[in-house]
């Protein structure tokens, strides 16, 4: 790892090119394609021309929950980078705004791996680059799939149906990273899991007793401030059945009834955000060299509209309750892109603190030294949806928050 770390810094000297250094990561780790795009890779601290810290993805996996679709029904079409979205739907007669061409700097489709992509990043996290990964969509888009491997946080424990997701690849890699043979770094993981809903942050790694008010911090109508010192509990990973254990303690907490007492358990896996949090204490010997990092996770709330919701859960929910969930849920997805747009503009200061629990939360992940990308998921098959979501992931891309 030293090596390659030489390696890297004489490239930027007429040394080694990014391809020599791609087949040196796949000999020591087997890892393929680690910096086949160095364009999009920043040094912590240090900010390079035209390297730009923003990578805006789109996720179009085959869709699993609507079989009676064939290929031909599908609401958008993918051409490399780009992504045409029909501007007129017969099945429901709608007309959408603009040409509904959207381009972003990566279109994923059925076949090509999420991880696998981002599989880059994993030496440059060991070295003290943090990374953000924001994952927006609607219901059924595999967002939250993307992040933590399964579609939803109520379903199955096998870790074999977790390795797809992005946390559980990065917390395996960079274990494997540390454990393996001869290596020249030691990794401490440790991982803390919240759920914002409705402005509260609730920790869902603690224990629910009457000492912390259940791990509920803030109260409706507040926002909790990063400066407040939230004392979120981490968990520290020593092998992935921590990960699995960590999140399988996260799933119950935030379906437990305690929390969701007036029955709205469902809607609040849709209308809440959930933060995964990789922190890491990386140590090269040799270098004399330490650093701190993390990764972070955002399994970002389902991107529905009200009447859509309220007309297909009318029957469990409360209509003025779930009118006030996503009015919430609104208002920290448009704080999140005005954060996202100032970034790319260099403005400051950034509007962390506007009113949003979900920026503030997230504050020491929203940083400009941080390697941010977010993925765009959609479901193929909703027209309206699915143009509302790339219509706000596109806007990232082109600072138009």
């Known amino acids: 790892?030293?090596?390659?770390?030489?390696?890297?810094?004489?490239?930027?000297?007429?040394?080694?090119?990014?391809?020599?250094?791609?087949?040196?990561?796949?000999?020591?780790?087997?890892?393929?394609?680690?910096?086949?795009?160095?364009?999009?890779?920043?040094?912590?601290?240090?900010?390079?021309?035209?390297?730009?810290?923003?990578?805006?993805?789109?996720?179009?996996?085959?869709?699993?929950?609507?079989?009676?679709?064939?290929?031909?029904?599908?609401?958008?079409?993918?051409?490399?980078?780009?992504?045409?979205?029909?501007?007129?739907?017969?099945?429901?007669?709608?007309?959408?705004?603009?040409?509904?061409?959207?381009?972003?700097?990566?279109?994923?489709?059925?076949?090509?791996?999420?991880?696998?992509?981002?599989?880059?990043?994993?030496?440059?996290?060991?070295?003290?680059?943090?990374?953000?990964?924001?994952?927006?969509?609607?219901?059924?888009?595999?967002?939250?799939?993307?992040?933590?491997?399964?579609?939803?946080?109520?379903?199955?424990?096998?870790?074999?149906?977790?390795?797809?997701?992005?946390?559980?690849?990065?917390?395996?890699?960079?274990?494997?990273?540390?454990?393996?043979?001869?290596?020249?770094?030691?990794?401490?993981?440790?991982?803390?899991?919240?759920?914002?809903?409705?402005?509260?942050?609730?920790?869902?790694?603690?224990?629910?007793?009457?000492?912390?008010?259940?791990?509920v911090f803030g109260t409706s109508g507040s926002v909790q401030l990063r400066e407040s010192n939230l004392p979120l509990e981490k968990i520290n990973v020593c092998c992935m059945h921590d990960i699995l254990n960590a999140m399988i303690i996260a799933r119950e907490r935030r379906t437990c009834d305690d929390i969701n007492s007036r029955g709205f358990s469902i809607m609040r896996t849709i209308n809440s955000h959930i933060v995964y949090t990789l922190h890491l204490k990386s140590y090269w010997p040799k270098a004399h060299f330490e650093c701190e990092s993390q990764v972070t996770f955002v399994d970002l709330a389902s991107s529905e509209r009200r009447g859509l919701l309220i007309g297909s859960n009318s029957s469990i929910i409360d209509n003025h309750e779930m009118s006030k969930q996503l009015v919430s849920v609104s208002h920290s997805l448009r704080i999140l892109a005005d954060v996202l747009s100032a970034l790319k503009k260099g403005v400051e200061p950034l509007p962390f603190c506007a009113g949003s629990g979900l920026t503030s939360y997230l504050q020491d992940a929203l940083k400009k030294e941080t390697l941010i990308n977010v993925l765009c998921c959609v479901q193929p098959f909703c027209t309206e949806e699915t143009f509302s979501s790339l219509q706000y992931c596109h806007n990232f891309k082109f600072h138009q928050a």
């Open 1 to 215: 790892i030293i090596e390659m770390e030489m390696a890297l810094d004489s490239s930027a000297h007429g040394g080694r090119q990014p391809e020599d250094l791609g087949s040196m990561l796949h000999e020591v780790l087997g890892v393929k394609d680690l910096w086949a795009h160095t364009q999009t890779f920043q040094v912590k601290g240090k900010k390079e021309g035209g390297r730009p810290n923003l990578l805006v993805s789109c996720n179009c996996p085959k869709n699993d929950y609507s079989p009676q679709w064939d290929s031909n029904s599908r609401c958008i079409h993918v051409s490399k980078s780009t992504v045409s979205c029909n501007r007129h739907w017969p099945a429901t007669e709608i007309e959408l705004p603009g040409d509904g061409v959207f381009e972003f700097d990566k279109v994923f489709q059925e076949g090509d791996s999420v991880c696998d992509y981002f599989s880059r990043f994993i030496i440059p996290v060991a070295r003290g680059q943090d990374v953000t990964f924001l994952s927006y969509g609607e219901t059924s888009s595999c967002k939250s799939r993307t992040i933590s491997g399964v579609s939803s946080a109520s379903q199955c424990t096998s870790m074999e149906h977790k390795r797809q997701g992005l946390l559980p690849f990065f917390a395996a890699r960079l274990l494997n990273v540390s454990a393996a043979k001869d290596s020249e770094v030691n990794i401490e993981m440790a991982i803390s899991i919240a759920d914002i809903f409705k402005e509260n942050v609730l920790d869902l790694l603690r224990d629910p007793d009457a000492s912390n008010n259940g791990g």
